[in-house]
């Protein structure tokens, strides 16, 4: 984590706890940035695999070890002596040896063994959590032009579902992205996905086959994030607003400290003021607002996806249920019903196929005087 605790230091952009292992007092991540480049060497933080006797001699050299030591220490510690099977034979890193001595594979041993005497399957959670990040993890582009340079800051962001879901939703990230210290909040907010941006507005009984021109995100396209006292409004298309000026004349009719604004397309994450582990906040389609949080900020280093066109990067996503159709329990449900003399309850979900079997006859015409509005299943973005 970017922050350290106990700093004596004067200096805002070195991260210190305001509240132990909570959050950070304010800093400028750009000033973070210069603050380690300072400190560090360009070897320290260079992509290029370091010679194996450059390393071996650091290495001796920070522990006061003689060569003769070091080398004795490689041998000793090499892959070649924890073998447990011929060497001509490829091992399956999944299978334990039956009567192990080595004591780290007696305990993965009785590990596997206690598992082994579990029914119970392991949760969906655990079972996807990081998937993603793996699967890019030391990812280097093709073409020299689309790595990262060095040195470049890489944030990891926790982005929480809307404040309205009940339950235990709101204490679960529903993704997780890291972003360059060069993205802008426009390209932040590009990224984030979010169900309420997807749902269709109208009522289409009547033309239940008539496809909406729009999404809710093409036609309300008015956003902002808070950070640190600034409201960044999104202002890249004409039909824009500052939803924000309603809680700034609140603030000010409240005596309550000024806020400021600027526009989050002209606005990169080096040039923002944060604490690590502070919620934030991001609100767009009017009131659907996600807690934003910073849990780290660091330079990149080898190990890293260095592609930068796969910037700004999900790593995490949480899988939640699909909502099934009412009648059939099977297919995921696209339309809701109310006033509904057909369903079982109001309003009322079907899937596409019991819909039109329930609502319209042969011809297609509508039976009843139901409302029907298209639904959009957060689950079938797993």
């Not at 050299?61 to 490689?74: F, P």
């Not at 009322?348 to 609502?359: E, N």
Request: hydrophobic residues 30%; negative net charge.
């Amino acid at each position: 984590m970017a922050a350290s605790g106990g700093s004596t230091t004067s200096n805002t952009n070195i991260p210190e706890y305001e509240y132990s292992d909570v959050n950070t007092k304010p800093f400028h991540i750009g000033g973070f940035r210069s603050e380690w480049l300072s400190r560090l060497t360009p070897d320290d933080y260079s992509y290029q695999p370091e010679e194996e006797d450059t390393f071996d001699a650091n290495f001796a050299k920070e522990h006061g070890v003689s060569a003769e030591t070091m080398a004795e220490l490689k041998s000793v510690c090499s892959i070649d002596s924890l073998r447990c099977h011929p060497e001509d034979e490829q091992p399956d890193p999944e299978v334990v040896p039956p009567n192990p001595t080595l004591q780290t594979l007696i305990e993965r041993k009785k590990k596997q063994d206690y598992k082994a005497s579990r029914k119970i399957t392991k949760n969906r959670h655990d079972l996807y959590a990081n998937e993603l990040e793996r699967l890019t993890y030391g990812m280097k582009p093709e073409a020299v032009d689309d790595i990262l340079p060095e040195g470049e800051v890489i944030l990891t962001v926790n982005v929480y579902y809307p404040a309205s879901y009940d339950k235990f939703n709101y204490v679960r990230p529903h993704m997780t992205l890291l972003m360059t210290g060069s993205h802008s909040l426009a390209e932040f907010r590009d990224a984030i996905c979010c169900v309420s941006d997807l749902q269709v507005c109208g009522e289409f009984s009547n033309t239940p086959n008539i496809a909406p021109d729009f999404i809710s995100k093409d036609h309300y396209k008015s956003a902002f994030f808070y950070f640190e006292g600034v409201f960044y409004n999104d202002m890249r298309y004409p039909e824009c607003q500052d939803i924000s000026m309603t809680t700034i004349e609140w603030a000010k009719s409240h005596n309550f400290p000024s806020y400021s604004q600027a526009k989050m397309e002209d606005t990169r994450f080096m040039d923002l003021n944060v604490k690590v582990g502070f919620p934030y906040l991001y609100c767009h389609q009017g009131d659907c607002e996600h807690l934003v949080i910073i849990t780290d900020v660091r330079l990149t280093h080898k190990n890293d996806c260095l592609d930068k066109e796969l910037y700004p990067l999900l790593t995490h996503k949480h899988r939640v249920a699909t909502q099934k159709c009412s009648v059939c329990h099977i297919f995921i449900g696209r339309w809701f019903t109310t006033n509904d003399e057909f369903a079982p309850s109001h309003p009322c979900l079907f899937c596409d196929k019991c819909f039109r079997t329930l609502h319209y006859n042969e011809d297609g015409y509508k039976l009843g005087d139901f409302l029907a509005y298209p639904y959009v299943d957060r689950g079938a973005f797993n």
